[in-house]
C-alpha cells in the first residue's frame, strides 16, 4: 500500500498522521492511504467530481484533417 501523508487539499504534510482521519482508495498493493488535516477536508477530498471525459469534454480531441500521404483514417 502506498501512504501519502500530505493533505490533497490543503498541501500540508501531516506531522502525526496516526491521530489523523483517512481514507483508503483502491486495492492491494496498489491501494492508496490518504491522510487529511480534518475531516473538513477528507470531506471537500470525498466531494470533488472524478473527470469523466464521455461527460465532462464537449469537443472531439480527433483531428479529421488528413496526416499526410497514404492516412486512410482522416480521409
Do not use: C
Amino acid at each position: 500500500m502506498i501512504v501519502s501523508t500530505t493533505d490533497p487539499i490543503t498541501g500540508r504534510d501531516i506531522k502525526d498522521p496516526e491521530n489523523h482521519p483517512y481514507i483508503i482508495e483502491g486495492e492491494g498493493e496498489m491501494a492508496v492511504k490518504i491522510y487529511f488535516e480534518s475531516e473538513e477536508t477528507k470531506r471537500q477530498y470525498l466531494e470533488l467530481e472524478v473527470e469523466n471525459p464521455a461527460k465532462h469534454f464537449e469537443h472531439s480531441l480527433d483531428n479529421p484533417a488528413g496526416m499526410g500521404p497514404g492516412d486512410t483514417k482522416h480521409v
